[in-house]
């Protein structure tokens, strides 16, 4: 089991609970939240194209979306999640890395060693599933400026560079879990939407099937 086990993909290590969040704080969050995408759009179902200009409008995009994540207290965001079909991510995975970003990111090897970890997505919120992972991959992309780039990583970072490049290909956390997981998922979501809280929640009983996609 990972180190990494139970850490919230998308969403700052160590940010504090949002009803902790000082009020400036929780207004930039909210904010920066309600401009990325959420599930049911279909932008989060396409497949982002590639990028072949590397110009000052790409790196304004890369600016934003970095903007946007720190202020949502992400540590990943995909361009489809704010709505723009471009093959580009940012992502920090710890508050001391400084915001990296991906363009055209292909991953070229994963390890057969797999690790499972909960995740969370800004663009499910209030959702956390269980999802296996290789534990190491090696990336290749380019910068802002189109420079080749080779990120080897493991862990954490790893995890979140494969969460991104799975938006890219419209793909979500509720596609790698299995069915009855997802059907939690959905009812935690429905719940979360209608204000029900486990102090509110009627008692049930629910079959488990614990094996993920």
Not at 47 to 52: F, G, K, L, P
Not at 135 to 163: K, S, T, W
Not at 173 to 182: F, G, K
């Amino acid at each position: 089991m990972s180190d990494d086990e139970d850490v919230d993909v998308e969403r700052e290590e160590d940010a504090p609970p949002v009803d902790e969040l000082d009020e400036e704080t929780r207004a930039r969050r909210d904010a920066a939240l309600a401009r990325v995408r959420k599930l049911g759009d279909p932008v989060l179902r396409a497949s982002a194209v590639a990028v072949d200009r590397f110009d000052d409008t790409l790196r304004s995009e890369i600016e934003r979306m970095g903007l946007l994540m720190s202020d949502a207290l992400g540590v990943g965001l995909a361009a489809t999640q704010v709505g723009i079909l471009h093959r580009v991510l940012v992502y920090r995975a710890y508050a001391e890395d400084p915001i990296t970003a991906m363009v055209n990111p292909v991953i070229e090897w994963r390890s057969d060693q797999l690790e499972s970890a909960e995740e969370g997505c800004l663009s499910i919120p209030g959702v956390h599933v269980e999802v296996e992972r290789p534990a190491r991959i090696r990336a290749r992309a380019r910068d802002a400026f189109g420079e080749e780039v080779i990120v080897e990583a493991e862990g954490l970072r790893a995890r979140v560079i494969q969460h991104e490049v799975d938006h890219l290909d419209g793909i979500l956390i509720l596609d790698r879990v299995s069915r009855e997981a997802r059907r939690e998922a959905m009812r935690s979501l429905r719940e979360a939407r209608d204000g029900i809280t486990s102090a509110t929640r009627p008692e049930r009983v629910v079959a488990s099937e614990t094996s993920p996609a």
